[in-house]
């Protein structure tokens, strides 16, 4: 059954040997190792290496919620990481002088009593290689300040610092030699929406921070050092919710520049990576920009035609070849409302090395989303939600933040990884049940005319039947008595057997069925 079987895709084999970057093939997720509840663990994904995912419970010092950045070397093998409150070693030590990242100010002071386990924010902090130093690496992040204004007070981002480390230091395993320098307090920042690329060069990086008013700040980090570049105007003024409701990111080619979120909708921008020039703005309202706490994310397809927009109950795909982003437009799907065990609604979406699109939710979950073939136009892109089990529960909304590598690669990404979990790998699929609800007889399309499982699982992953379809032969239509079963939602599944003993898509076909009485 379902419950019994590891269904993930995040971990890899790599099958042939790419000359590209592997510095984001290292992903890290989790609860801090002090929580010792069964199940609640840290854990990563090697993509490198095709090893099952490991944990790293009682090792890791971090809870990974929100702020999420790891580097690795070009052959990917993990330097360091950090939740924006401490930056830890490849051995999952706090590196030497690595806490207190975003000290100071009055936020942690009146929230967390001066004390940093998770630094809040989705999109704001990112680790880039020093292009005058190949041990070196700037740590960008932004700082959350409070003031009194009012009966509740204010909070906001009104910094963007720099801690700097060497990796050269300690054997190797690195020390922050400076930390929360600051490269930019003139104007109050959007939280979330840090991203960079490299600049045309192949060497130096593009910074790119909105502020809270209608302008990007661009910074160039160089031989020199990191600055200030230039100040572009956004062509709208952003909205005063804008801050932390959305993202933003580069097209894997660099050539584009999306921002998104549900007030300001899509701007769409040319990108020139020799002189950080914004350009061509493009518009599309998706969203009505009325709504209270709703939280988007944009990802691109790497072939970067296609971008996609998670916006909490919905995903969208643009087609960015077309002149008027309108016609370019498809709902992909809504959310099919399953909690597992809490909502799985759309939040945050990262690309990954094996050319797919993994979304996590807004809060702790058993399943990621995934969109299988991203390049693919509209539903073709084989968008499947729960479509990965994980091997512990998610932490909250967390995917890492990184930036564009591989820009001038001709392969963005490596679709002959394949993903394995242990022997098993399994892609869910709709199963076609009715009637939805159901007080007596349910009656399931079994898809193909295949033999298989047929389970019935309530809320809690319980097994309550698997009485029917088991070791048969499951042609056309099967009848599941449901009359015996409480009121309440069922998880219906299908697990086709495989008589060949090999096939290069093991599937699960599931669908939530309502009891009444």
Same mark, same amino acid.
């Given at each position: 059954?379902?419950?019994?079987?590891?269904?993930?895709?995040?971990?890899?084999?790599?099958?042939?040997?790419?000359?590209?970057?592997?510095?984001?093939?290292?992903?890290?997720?989790?609860?801090?190792?002090?929580?010792?509840?069964?199940?609640?663990?840290?854990?990563?994904?090697?993509?490198?290496?095709?090893?099952?995912?490991?944990?790293?419970?009682?090792?890791?010092?971090?809870?990974? $919620?929100?702020?999420?950045?790891?580097?690795?070397?070009?052959?990917?093998?993990?330097?360091?990481?950090?939740?924006?409150?401490?930056?830890?070693?490849?051995?999952?030590?706090?590196?030497?002088?690595?806490?207190?990242?975003?000290?100071?100010?009055?936020?942690?002071?009146?929230?967390?009593?001066?004390?940093?386990?998770?630094?809040?924010?989705?999109?704001?902090?990112?680790?880039?290689? &020093?292009?005058?130093?190949?041990?070196?690496?700037?740590?960008?992040?932004?700082?959350?300040?409070?003031?009194?204004?009012?009966?509740?007070?204010?909070?906001?981002?009104?910094?963007?610092?720099?801690?700097?480390?060497?990796?050269?230091? @300690?054997?190797?395993?690195?020390?922050?030699?400076?930390?929360?320098?600051?490269?930019?307090?003139?104007?109050?920042?959007?939280?979330?929406?840090?991203?960079?690329?490299?600049?045309?060069?192949?060497?130096?990086?593009?910074?790119?921070?909105?502020?809270?008013?209608?302008?990007?700040?661009?910074?160039?980090?160089?031989?020199?050092?990191?600055?200030?570049?230039?100040?572009?105007?956004?062509?709208?003024?952003?909205?005063?919710?804008? =801050?932390? =409701?959305?993202?933003?990111?580069?097209?894997?080619?660099?050539?584009?520049?999306?921002?998104?979120?549900?007030?300001? @909708?899509?701007?769409?921008?040319?990108?020139?990576?020799?002189?950080?020039?914004?350009?061509?703005?493009?518009?599309?309202?998706?969203?009505?920009?009325?709504?209270?706490?709703?939280?988007?994310?944009?990802?691109?397809?790497?072939?970067? $035609?296609?971008?996609?927009?998670?916006?909490?109950?919905?995903?969208?795909?643009?087609?960015?070849?077309?002149?008027?982003?309108? /016609?370019?437009?498809?709902?992909? &799907?809504?959310?099919?409302?399953? $909690?597992?065990?809490?909502?799985?609604?759309? @939040?945050?979406?990262?690309?990954?090395?094996?050319?797919?699109?993994? !979304?996590?939710?807004?809060?702790?979950?058993?399943?990621?989303?995934?969109?299988?073939? *991203?390049?693919?136009?509209?539903?073709?892109?084989?968008?499947?939600?729960?479509?990965?089990?994980? *091997?512990?529960?998610?932490?909250?909304?967390?995917?890492?933040?990184?930036?564009?590598?591989?820009?001038?690669?001709?392969?963005?990404? /490596?679709?002959?990884?394949?993903?394995?979990?242990?022997?098993?790998?399994?892609?869910?699929?709709?199963?076609?049940?009715?009637? @939805?609800?159901?007080?007596?007889?349910?009656?399931?399309?079994?898809?193909?005319?295949?033999?298989?499982?047929?389970?019935?699982?309530? !809320?809690?992953?319980?097994?309550?039947?698997?009485?029917?379809?088991?070791?048969?032969?499951?042609?056309?239509?099967?009848?599941?008595?449901?009359?015996?079963?409480?009121?309440?939602?069922?998880?219906?599944?299908?697990?086709?057997?495989?008589?060949?003993?090999?096939?290069?898509?093991?599937?699960?076909?599931?669908?939530?069925?309502?009891?009444?009485?």
């Amino acid at each position: 059954m379902i419950k019994s079987l590891i269904l993930s895709v995040l971990c890899m084999v790599l099958l042939s040997e790419l000359s590209a970057q592997k510095e984001d093939y290292f992903w890290l997720f989790g609860y801090e190792s002090n929580l010792f509840i069964e199940g609640h663990e840290n854990y990563f994904f090697d993509f490198s290496k095709g090893s099952s995912p490991d944990s790293i419970r009682g090792l890791s010092p971090l809870w990974i $919620r929100g702020n999420n950045a790891s580097i690795c070397d070009a052959d990917g093998n993990l330097l360091f990481y950090t939740n924006g409150c401490h930056i830890v070693d490849r051995n999952h030590d706090i590196m030497s002088n690595g806490s207190g990242i975003n000290e100071g100010g009055n936020f942690l002071e009146f929230f967390r009593q001066d004390t940093c386990s998770n630094y809040p924010g989705r999109q704001d902090v990112i680790i880039l290689q &020093d292009p005058a130093y190949e041990s070196g690496y700037y740590l960008v992040h932004k700082r959350i300040e409070f003031e009194f204004n009012g009966p509740e007070g204010e909070i906001f981002n009104d910094k963007l610092l720099n801690s700097y480390v060497d990796m050269t230091i @300690n054997n190797g395993l690195g020390d922050v030699t400076e930390k929360n320098i600051i490269i930019s307090n003139s104007v109050r920042l959007l939280g979330d929406y840090l991203t960079a690329i490299k600049h045309e060069n192949g060497r130096d990086w593009w910074v790119i921070q909105p502020n809270e008013e209608d302008h990007f700040l661009t910074y160039l980090i160089d031989m020199q050092g990191i600055r200030l570049d230039q100040v572009q105007a956004s062509g709208i003024i952003f909205h005063p919710n804008a =801050s932390a =409701s959305g993202t933003s990111k580069f097209s894997p080619d660099g050539s584009q520049f999306l921002y998104f979120n549900d007030d300001d @909708n899509v701007l769409l921008y040319d990108f020139d990576r020799s002189n950080g020039q914004l350009s061509n703005l493009r518009q599309l309202d998706i969203l009505p920009g009325d709504a209270v706490g709703l939280f988007t994310s944009v990802e691109f397809s790497p072939n970067s $035609r296609y971008a996609y927009l998670a916006a909490q109950t919905e995903l969208y795909q643009i087609d960015t070849w077309e002149s008027n982003l309108e /016609d370019g437009l498809v709902l992909i &799907d809504t959310w099919n409302g399953i $909690r597992d065990p809490f909502n799985t609604t759309f @939040n945050l979406m990262a690309s990954a090395p094996d050319c797919k699109i993994y !979304m996590c939710s807004g809060s702790s979950t058993n399943t990621y989303h995934v969109i299988n073939k *991203p390049n693919k136009k509209g539903t073709a892109c084989d968008f499947v939600q729960q479509g990965i089990r994980l *091997p512990f529960v998610s932490a909250t909304a967390t995917m890492p933040n990184f930036p564009r590598f591989r820009v001038d690669e001709d392969d963005k990404c /490596d679709p002959t990884i394949t993903s394995v979990f242990g022997d098993d790998i399994y892609y869910r699929r709709d199963l076609s049940v009715y009637p @939805n609800p159901v007080r007596d007889v349910l009656t399931v399309e079994i898809p193909e005319g295949r033999k298989g499982q047929l389970v019935v699982l309530d !809320m809690q992953g319980q097994l309550v039947s698997d009485d029917k379809c088991r070791d048969l032969d499951c042609l056309g239509l099967i009848q599941v008595d449901m009359s015996g079963l409480a009121v309440g939602t069922y998880a219906v599944e299908f697990i086709p057997d495989n008589p060949d003993g090999y096939q290069e898509e093991k599937l699960v076909y599931t669908s939530l069925v309502v009891k009444v009485e």
